[in-house]
């Protein structure tokens, strides 16, 4: 038997991408897909509501829990105390009912556990003091990680860039509008300065890291488990706005940072991802070329 697979938040960025690959690994009908949204396929499930959750994982016989429900960082600093609710209590649930039933869970990360004490190219290890509630949701993420007594790993996904589906309310989502704004109007107005450098990575990418880290046996998984760094590729607004512009030479981008630029600033430029290369050989394939040509074949395909 191959697992039984639960995903929440299902209907988001990642998981419009997630759910089909663990279904192209483990079979049709392995995967239940959920989000406290609506849509053909995928079951309602809000993850505050622990008795649903408890009921929902044992009646499935579920043996895997992708739990990708939160609320991301400029959301989650428009409204902090329901970040909190819905990415602390949240993954309580989620762990209370993989605790029950002997499920595996894989719960992401994010570079938002850095803040402004760190290094700008972010070691594995170093002190996680983020500015942003939803960062702070993240290093409590890690923590129950290796504290909860449940197989539970994660990793400190960067900006993840994707056509499938818009990014949804992180200070990243500039790196997935500039394509669709290119594309529809030929200029974009960019909510960070053009010098602004973060951490990005394309989606393949993200899903690969993900599936990659879910294979590896846990014994051989050591105290990065809660979050590993996976660097993808690292670029200033500017540098992207030049890429684009392979493709769409009259493409402009002007610059209105608001206060989003205040979290970007708040994180590094760029990420070490030593331990997870050692640990279990990860290793990212597309650069900010390959990740914009990608971008741009998808879109107008
Ligand atoms: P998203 O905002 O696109 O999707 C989140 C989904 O969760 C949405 O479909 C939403 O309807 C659902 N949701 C919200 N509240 C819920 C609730 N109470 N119960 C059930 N579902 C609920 O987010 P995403 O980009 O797919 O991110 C998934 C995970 O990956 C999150 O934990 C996020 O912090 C992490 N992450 C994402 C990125 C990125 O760039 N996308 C980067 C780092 C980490
Ligand atoms: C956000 O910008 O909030 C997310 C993230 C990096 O966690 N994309």
Known sequence: MGPRILVTGALGQIGTE?????????????????????????????????????????????????????????????????????????????????????CRVFAPSSIAVFGPDCPSIAPQVT??????????????CEQLAMTSGVDMRGLRYPGLISYKAPAGGGTTDYAVEIFHAALSEGHYTCFVREDTRLPMMYMDDAI???????????????????????????????????????????????????IRQKYADSWPNDIEDDVARAEWGWAPEFDLDGMVDAMFAGLQA
């Open 127 to 140: 002190p996680l003091n983020p500015t942003t509630v939803y960062g702070k949701t993240k290093v409590v």
């Open 208 to 258: 690969r890291a993900t599936l990659e880290l879910m294979e590896i046996s846990s014994d051989t998984l050591g105290g990065a488990r809660g979050g590993y760094n996976i660097a993808g590729c690292s670029f200033t607004a500017g540098e992207l706005v030049d890429s684009i512009q392979r493709h769409l030479p009259e493409f402009t981008c002007t610059y209105e940072p608001d």
């Open 18 to 102: 997630l759910v089909g690959a663990l279904e192209e690994k483990h079979g049709q009908g392995s995967v239940i897909a959920t989000d406290v949204r609506d849509a053909p396929g995928c079951r309602i499930l809000d993850v505050m509501d622990a008795d649903g959750m408890l009921a929902l994982v044992s009646e499935e016989k579920v043996t895997e829990i992708y739990h990708l429900a939160a609320l991301l960082s400029a959301t989650g600093e428009r409204n902090p105390e329901l970040c909190w609710k819905i990415n602390v209590e949240g993954l309580e649930n989620v762990i209370s009912a993989a605790r029950a039933n002997g």
